[in-house]
């Protein structure tokens, strides 16, 4: 968005009174959460890797501005980056996921109704005149940096599709300051702006849908808020129809700001190491089924289905996959008694020649707790699985990280297959033997 057309219509509709939705959306997230403790990482080019530090899942605008491209294995990069002084990071998702709930927990002093889009997104609510809403805007953006170390951009508009927009000119436009808000600009200005940004910027099209598009003449975003809205749902979806009726500017994509009850959980990796034995797959299912149900438990559900599954890498023929899927009654969010159904489906099956690079396990059949269940008359009766998941999750909580668990998935130092984090931050914010140092001078 231009900075030039902003004084020209704030003059005019600084009086305008009603609703908008801000988008505040932080800035290289994983860059800034990583220079939160590491101050010196700032102003130059920061990435962050992908599981086992494989390639690069984030960049710091300075990294993007030397040309680092989304997705670059990064045993290609590394040469040259370091003549460049570039530097790497695994992805510390502890960090990142805590810093995220702070944001968001900051963004509730602002708006009693806050949605939560992304971990480095959410579209708050906010009242008043627009010099009001900008206002709060500026002061949701100094508090986020002041408060937790965070830079963000917020884009304010009559719909969520718009409020995306004008965040993304809010953070490209630095003369805008990191707020951008469509009630300072007239219809003309507007105009211009949606006939200057392609359609597959906009919320929701993407580059397949884009291309559709294009194939009708439409490649801007004001070609498509310009197109017949039936005949656009009739061709795509009720999807593409709601877009276009908010980039008309009303308001028609609903968001539930509970967060919704998922189907299924999985918790799936790939090893640092190949997996060869038996005895290690164990530990693997072991752990990994401590981490599946404590997501489960996150939700509030219980499972009746286990399916787990370990397999070899598909370039390396013969390629193997053992896998299974079973019943639990009644449904449990036990992490012993998934970890014996995930033992039992693969350990027989594993091939004594071969190298496993990845396992996970998916729980199904989700309920609530107190739902009533089912029993055949002439099964042995179930066995209470008691309250060991939610024990290990209290005590957890308490102490951070994995203070205890199951056998070998309360070993403090990792096995060889665990993920590889070589270049893993500290995580200062959930375990105490990674607190930050203080130095007062």
Request: hydrophobic share 40%; charged share 20%.
């Given at each position: 968005?231009?900075?030039?057309t ?72 590394q ?61 949701m ?65 993407g ?91 996150a ?20 390629m193997?996959?053992?896998s299974g ?49 089912e ?32 056998g ?34």
């Amino acid at each position: 968005m231009p900075a030039s057309t902003v004084n020209g219509a704030a003059g005019a509709r600084s009086k305008t009174r009603g609703e908008r939705f801000a988008l505040v959306d932080v800035n290289s997230c994983f860059a800034a959460c990583e220079r939160i403790f590491h101050p010196g990482l700032e102003g130059r080019p920061v990435v962050v890797l992908s599981n086992n530090d494989g390639c690069v899942v984030a960049r710091s605008a300075e990294a993007k501005a030397i040309g680092i491209p989304m997705g670059e294995p990064w045993f290609r990069l590394q040469a040259w980056a370091d003549k460049h002084g570039v530097i790497a990071r695994s992805s510390n998702y502890e960090l990142y996921g805590e810093i995220s709930g702070r944001i968001m927990s900051m963004l509730q002093r602002f708006s009693d109704c806050v949605e939560v889009y992304s971990i480095d997104e959410a579209f708050v609510r906010v009242h008043g005149t627009t010099d009001q809403m900008t206002a709060a805007a500026r002061e949701m953006r100094h508090r986020l940096r002041h408060d937790i170390g965070v830079p963000v951009s917020v884009g304010i508009a009559p719909t969520r599709t718009l409020a995306k927009l004008a965040s993304h000119g809010a953070k490209l436009n630095t003369a805008l300051n990191g707020v951008a808000n469509t009630d300072w600009y007239s219809a003309d200005q507007l105009d211009r702006i949606l006939r200057a940004t392609p359609a597959s910027e906009i919320w929701g099209v993407g580059r397949r849908t884009s291309k559709r598009l294009a194939v009708l003449a439409i490649d801007t975003a004001a070609a498509l808020r310009d197109a017949d809205v039936e005949q656009m749902r009739r061709r795509f979806s009720v999807s593409m129809a709601h877009t276009i009726l908010e980039l008309r500017g009303q308001p028609c994509i609903d968001y539930d700001v509970q967060p919704s009850t998922r189907q299924q959980v999985m918790y799936s990796r790939s090893f640092s190491t190949p997996v060869t034995t038996v005895d290690e797959m164990h530990e693997v299912l072991t752990v990994y089924a401590q981490y599946v149900t404590r997501r489960l438990r996150a939700q509030g559900s219980v499972a009746g289905a286990v399916q787990a599954f370990a397999s070899t890498a598909w370039a390396s023929p013969p390629m193997h996959t053992a896998s299974g899927a079973i019943e639990v009654t009644p449904r449990t969010d036990d992490p012993v008694t998934v970890a014996k159904r995930a033992h039992a489906l693969i350990l027989p099956h594993m091939l004594d020649d071969r190298r496993y690079v990845r396992a996970g396990i998916t729980l199904s059949d989700l309920r609530q707790p107190g739902e009533q269940q089912e029993f055949d008359l002439f099964d042995e009766p179930p066995q209470a699985t008691g309250r060991l998941g939610s024990m290990l999750d209290q005590v957890n909580e308490r102490l951070g990280g994995n203070a205890v668990a199951l056998g070998a998935a309360g070993l403090k130092t990792g096995p060889a297959w665990q993920m590889k984090r070589d270049m893993l931050s500290p995580r200062a914010t959930t375990r105490w033997d990674e607190l930050a140092t203080v130095i007062a001078r």
